[in-house]
C-alpha cells in the first residue's frame, strides 16, 4: 500500500532532521554543534583547549604581576626612606626633630627642627581647603542639581581644564596677579605670604573637591527626591536637608583627597609661599613648606650628611601625613558604598 511504501522516508517538510515512522522520538530533535570542541573528540580539539588554557593562564600571570607591581614601588618607596631617613632621628631623636623651632641645616652647629615646616605645610593646606571647600562643594550642587544641561556641558570641561595645569603655571599665575593683589589689598612689604599660596593651592584643589562631590551627589536616588518633593519641600529644602545629607561621606572624600592634593603640592608653594622657615602667626607672613624645603634643599645637601638624611626624614613625615589622609578618604568611601547599598 501507499502508506506502507512511505513508512520510513524522510519528512521532506522537517527541517529538523526528524523522521517518520519507527522514530517518533527523533522527529523534532535538534543536533546544536558547539563553538567550543568537546575535550578529546575533535582531531585537534584538546590542542585547542589546552590552548586556550595555557593562554588564560599567561594573561592572568601578566596581570597579577602589574597589580603587585604597585605594591613593590610603595614597598620600595618606604624602604628608602626609611634607609634614609632614620639615621639623623636615631641621632637628634623623633620628638627634637618634629617640635624643634629652628631649621638651620647650614650653620654651624646645625639645627634641625623640622616644627616650622610642618606648620607651614598645615597653614598653608587648611587656609587653601577654607577657600576651596565652599568654592568646589557650591559648584558640584550647581551643576549636577540646578545647572541645565548646555551649561553643565560647559562648566566640566572648563573643571577638567583646571586639573590639566601644570604646578608651575599655577605658580606663575599665584606670583603675577595673587601676590600682587594680597600685598596692595594688606599693605604688606611682600605679597609671598602663606595667604598667597593657599589662595593659589585652593585654586589647584578645585578640580578634585568638585569632580568627586559632583559624583557623590549624582550618586544619590532619585526617589530621595522625589519623596522629599512629595512631602511639599521646595528644591533648596531638598537640595541642603536630603541630597547633601545623603552624599556626605562622599563629599568628605572630596575634601580630605583636596587636602592631599594641596599638602603634596611642591613647585606652586616653592614659588609664592615665601619660603621663611619660620613659626607662622597669621597668614600674611611668609612660610615654608616640607615639600618646598625638600625640593630647595636636595641639590645642595651633600649625599650622606646629616642635612641629606633630615631632608629624608622630612620626606617620612610628609609620607605619613598623606597617608593618613588617604586612609582616611578610604574609609569615608567604604562608608558611602555601603550606605547608599542599603538604600
Same mark, same amino acid.
Given at each position: 500500500?501507499?502508506?506502507?511504501?512511505?513508512?520510513?522516508?524522510?519528512?521532506?517538510?522537517?527541517?529538523?532532521?526528524?523522521?517518520?515512522? !519507527?522514530?517518533?522520538?527523533?522527529?523534532?530533535?535538534?543536533?546544536?554543534?558547539?563553538?567550543?570542541?568537546?575535550?578529546?573528540?575533535?582531531?585537534?580539539?584538546?590542542?585547542?583547549?589546552?590552548?586556550?588554557?595555557?593562554?588564560?593562564?599567561? @594573561?592572568?600571570?601578566?596581570?597579577?604581576?602589574?597589580?603587585?607591581?604597585?605594591?613593590?614601588?610603595?614597598?620600595?618607596?618606604?624602604?628608602?626612606?626609611?634607609? *634614609?631617613?632614620?639615621?639623623?632621628?636615631?641621632?637628634?631623636?623623633?620628638?627634637?626633630?618634629?617640635? !624643634?623651632?629652628?631649621?638651620?641645616?647650614?650653620? *654651624?652647629?646645625?639645627?634641625?627642627?623640622?616644627?616650622?615646616?610642618?606648620?607651614?605645610?598645615?597653614?598653608?593646606?587648611?587656609?587653601?581647603?577654607?577657600?576651596?571647600?565652599?568654592?568646589?562643594?557650591?559648584? /558640584?550642587?550647581?551643576?549636577?542639581?540646578?545647572?541645565?544641561?548646555?551649561?553643565?556641558? =560647559?562648566?566640566?570641561?572648563?573643571?577638567?581644564?583646571?586639573?590639566? @595645569?601644570?604646578?608651575?603655571?599655577?605658580?606663575?599665575?599665584? =606670583?603675577?596677579?595673587?601676590?600682587?593683589?594680597?600685598?596692595?589689598?594688606?599693605?604688606?612689604?611682600?605679597?609671598?605670604? /602663606?595667604?598667597?599660596?593657599?589662595?593659589?593651592?585652593?585654586? =589647584?584643589?578645585?578640580?578634585?573637591?568638585?569632580?568627586?562631590?559632583?559624583?557623590?551627589?549624582?550618586?544619590?536616588?532619585?526617589?530621595?527626591?522625589?519623596?522629599?518633593? /512629595?512631602?511639599?519641600?521646595?528644591?533648596?529644602?531638598? @537640595?541642603?536637608?536630603?541630597?547633601?545629607?545623603?552624599?556626605?561621606? !562622599?563629599?568628605?572624600?572630596?575634601? @580630605?583627597?583636596?587636602?592631599?592634593?594641596?599638602?603634596?603640592?611642591?613647585?606652586?608653594?616653592?614659588?609664592?609661599?615665601?619660603?621663611?622657615?619660620?613659626?607662622?602667626?597669621?597668614?600674611?607672613?611668609?612660610?615654608?613648606?616640607?615639600?618646598?624645603?625638600?625640593? /630647595?634643599?636636595?641639590?645642595?645637601?651633600?649625599?650622606?650628611?646629616?642635612?641629606?638624611?633630615?631632608?629624608?626624614?622630612?620626606?617620612?613625615?610628609?609620607?605619613?601625613?598623606?597617608?593618613?589622609?588617604?586612609? #582616611?578618604?578610604?574609609? #569615608?568611601?567604604?562608608?558611602?558604598?555601603?550606605?547608599? !547599598?542599603?538604600?
Amino acid at each position: 500500500m501507499a502508506g506502507q511504501e512511505q513508512e520510513g522516508a524522510a519528512c521532506p517538510a522537517c527541517c529538523f532532521g526528524g523522521v517518520i515512522g !519507527g522514530r517518533g522520538k527523533d522527529m523534532f530533535s535538534i543536533k546544536v554543534s558547539s563553538p567550543f570542541p568537546a575535550r578529546g573528540t575533535a582531531p585537534g580539539g584538546r590542542t585547542r583547549w589546552v590552548s586556550r588554557q595555557v593562554g588564560d593562564r599567561v @594573561i592572568h600571570v601578566l596581570l597579577l604581576s602589574f597589580a603587585f607591581t604597585c605594591i613593590v614601588f610603595l614597598v620600595g618607596i618606604v624602604i628608602v626612606l626609611l634607609m *634614609e631617613g632614620l639615621p639623623v632621628l636615631q641621632k637628634l631623636g623623633i620628638a627634637p626633630f618634629i617640635l !624643634g623651632r629652628d631649621w638651620y641645616p647650614t650653620y *654651624e652647629p646645625p639645627s634641625f627642627g623640622a616644627l616650622p615646616l610642618v606648620l607651614g605645610s598645615l597653614w598653608v593646606t587648611l587656609g587653601a581647603i577654607i577657600v576651596a571647600v565652599p568654592l568646589g562643594i557650591g559648584a /558640584a550642587i550647581y551643576t549636577s542639581q540646578i545647572a541645565g544641561e548646555r551649561t553643565r556641558e =560647559m562648566i566640566k570641561p572648563i573643571v577638567e581644564l583646571l586639573a590639566g @595645569i601644570p604646578s608651575v603655571v599655577y605658580g606663575f599665575f599665584g =606670583m603675577a596677579v595673587v601676590s600682587p593683589l594680597v600685598q596692595r589689598i594688606f599693605d604688606l612689604p611682600t605679597g609671598l605670604t /602663606a595667604l598667597t599660596g593657599a589662595i593659589t593651592l585652593a585654586i =589647584m584643589s578645585l578640580p578634585t573637591v568638585v569632580s568627586i562631590s559632583e559624583d557623590a551627589i549624582t550618586a544619590v536616588p532619585n526617589s530621595y527626591k522625589e519623596a522629599s518633593y /512629595a512631602l511639599g519641600a521646595t528644591k533648596w529644602e531638598t @537640595i541642603s536637608r536630603v541630597v547633601v545629607p545623603a552624599a556626605s561621606s !562622599g563629599i568628605f572624600t572630596a575634601v @580630605i583627597l583636596g587636602i592631599s592634593r594641596a599638602i603634596g603640592e611642591t613647585m606652586t608653594v616653592l614659588m609664592v609661599a615665601g619660603n621663611s622657615a619660620i613659626i607662622p602667626r597669621s597668614f600674611l607672613q611668609p612660610v615654608r613648606t616640607m615639600t618646598a624645603t625638600i625640593a /630647595a634643599e636636595m641639590g645642595e645637601a651633600p649625599v650622606g650628611s646629616d642635612h641629606y638624611h633630615a631632608l629624608f626624614a622630612i620626606g617620612i613625615l610628609l609620607f605619613l601625613m598623606t597617608l593618613i589622609f588617604n586612609i #582616611l578618604a578610604d574609609f #569615608l568611601t567604604r562608608r558611602y558604598k555601603e550606605r547608599m !547599598g542599603k538604600v
